[in-house]
């Protein structure tokens, strides 16, 4: 978590650079660069997210069906 909280205070403004900062660590890389993704696309939005990262994601199309459901569901309650 300190190591994700890291990247992310040194790029604040760069989601690209904040993750692979992360993912370019020793140890756990993976697990760092979800986290300070998750830190980063939080404070910034995902329009900070590069478009191409975006294209590539696995099952990106179950996944935003998903995004809009449970925030129509948050909606409701």
Do not use: H, Q
């Not at 300190?2 to 370019?24: G, H, I, Q, W």
């Not at 300070?36 to 069906?65: C, F, H, M, Q, T």
């Amino acid at each position: 978590m300190a190591l994700a909280l890291y990247c992310f205070l040194r790029y604040p403004d760069s989601y690209e650079k904040c993750v692979l900062r992360a993912a370019n660590t020793n140890g756990d890389s993976d697990s760092i660069a979800c986290i300070a993704g998750a830190i980063s696309g939080a404070y910034l939005g995902v329009k900070a997210i590069p478009k191409d990262w975006i294209e590539r994601i696995e099952n990106k199309d179950y996944l935003i069906d998903l995004g809009i459901r449970l925030a129509e569901a948050r909606r409701r309650l």
